[in-house]
């Protein structure tokens, strides 16, 4: 479907003359029959596959927890897809229609329109993307593989040298060429202080390899190749086996995913697979409520005083929720990658964890509740604290905590 809403000035166009009359005049009717046969539009958040995966899985657990009315039938719309697969996999479990987008825009331009509305109450389809109620960890996953997905994936498996049995960790670093290439009608460059350098995995790569995984870097239209002479790293995109059936079936069927928080991981998180985010910020938007993730950050260096921030001063000054660049330029913060060998030593936690072999001690412990101690309590961002953060960054940043 055309999305008419790309720039700005458009939509304000299209919004005062179309929308709001067509709005004023139809939305009784709608109202009067939405009533009689309880219905609701929503619109599935399909720009952007990190809530296209997300806020879609958490609605429907919300619903699955009683949140949503059981005698209402919700419609969903969608526009600008940026994956068709997983468009064809929500299909197949929620009421999904062409039509249902241009419904939702006038019925949220009407009076009183909560009630026509199928949206989730914190989180979820046009809401947050945050599991504040633990509900993920509470619901099977809601989506599945059609025999024949599976076999066409097994297929692209097995041209990529991995059989069905293969262990394999996805990475992903975020770089800012996938939305210059398909969304260049807007300035990106608000969100820059995401980005991170994909050489910088290479050390916890090779250990992976070492360790008998192979290791898939995912991404689309991706600037910057990892050098890495190993048979068992595979960049996927430059490569040629990159599918939108794959992007899913991969992040789905992964060991575990390392990412700096990205999008394409929301699909390990909606199949419930383990998530090591690195590099990630803004540090308040941490993935707190999935118990297993572990998380490192990139650090705040103040370049006037020469100096790293702690903790909590990050969190006093408000840089914790930073979601602009120029946000972190006015205090004056610049940004630092995680190091080669902080991400080494995160993956090694994360899969020391999952093969059953990781020693905790003491300190880890007392470092941990530090932390925590200090980080804000937002019940609008987080529910009950279940994940971690990188057990070696917290010891070796200890200065950061007090």
């Not at 939405?34 to 809530?51: E, P, T, Y």
């Not at 794959?246 to 789905?252: F, G, P, R």
């Not at 080669?340 to 880890?364: F, H, P, Q």
Request: with cysteine.
């Amino acid at each position: 479907m055309v999305n008419f809403f790309r720039k700005p000035f458009i939509k304000k166009l299209i919004i005062t003359v179309i929308i709001k009359p067509l709005s004023f005049f139809l939305y009784p009717l709608i109202r009067v029959l939405f009533s009689i046969k309880h219905i609701r539009v929503g619109a599935l958040n399909s720009g952007r596959i990190g809530h296209f995966a997300a806020n879609t899985e958490l609605y429907l657990c919300e619903k699955d927890h009683g949140l949503h009315p059981k005698e209402t039938n919700d419609i969903f719309g969608y526009t600008d897809v940026c994956n068709e697969q997983l468009l064809t996999m929500w299909k197949s479990v929620l009421n999904v229609k062409n039509y249902a987008h241009l419904l939702y825009v006038l019925i949220s331009h009407g009076p009183n329109k909560n009630k026509l509305i199928a949206k989730s109450t914190k989180s979820g389809i046009s809401g947050e993307d945050r599991d504040i109620f633990g509900l993920l960890e509470k619901y099977p996953a809601h989506l599945s593989f059609t025999s024949k997905e599976e076999e066409i994936a097994l297929e692209c498996l097995k041209k990529m040298g991995l059989s069905n049995i293969d262990s394999y960790v996805c990475i992903a670093a975020r770089d800012p060429q996938y939305l210059q290439k398909t969304k260049p009608f807007k300035n990106w460059s608000y969100h820059d202080y995401r980005n991170s350098n994909i050489n910088n995995y290479s050390s916890a790569a090779r250990e992976l390899i070492n360790r008998g995984n192979y290791v898939i870097r995912l991404g689309t239209h991706i600037q910057d190749i990892m050098e890495l002479d190993k048979t068992k790293y595979i960049e996927y995109y430059h490569n040629g086996y990159r599918t939108e059936l794959m992007d899913i079936y991969l992040s789905a069927n992964c060991k575990f995913f390392v990412s700096g928080g990205i999008g394409i991981d929301m699909i390990a998180y909606i199949f419930r697979r383990p998530l090591l985010y690195v590099n990630f910020v803004p540090i308040e938007y941490m993935n707190s409520f999935f118990s297993n993730s572990i998380s490192i950050f990139k650090k705040h260096w103040l370049k006037n005083e020469k100096r790293f921030m702690t903790f909590k001063e990050i969190f006093e000054a408000g840089a914790g929720k930073f979601f602009w660049s120029d946000e972190f330029t006015k205090l004056g913060i610049e940004l630092v990658e995680n190091t080669k060998d902080e991400i080494l030593e995160a993956v090694m936690e994360m899969d020391d964890r999952l093969n059953g072999t990781w020693k905790s001690n003491e300190e880890d412990d007392e470092l941990q509740n530090r932390f925590w101690s200090i980080f804000p309590k937002n019940n609008k961002l987080h529910g009950e604290i279940k994940s971690r953060v990188g057990a070696a960054f917290l010891s070796q940043n200890k200065d950061l905590l007090f």
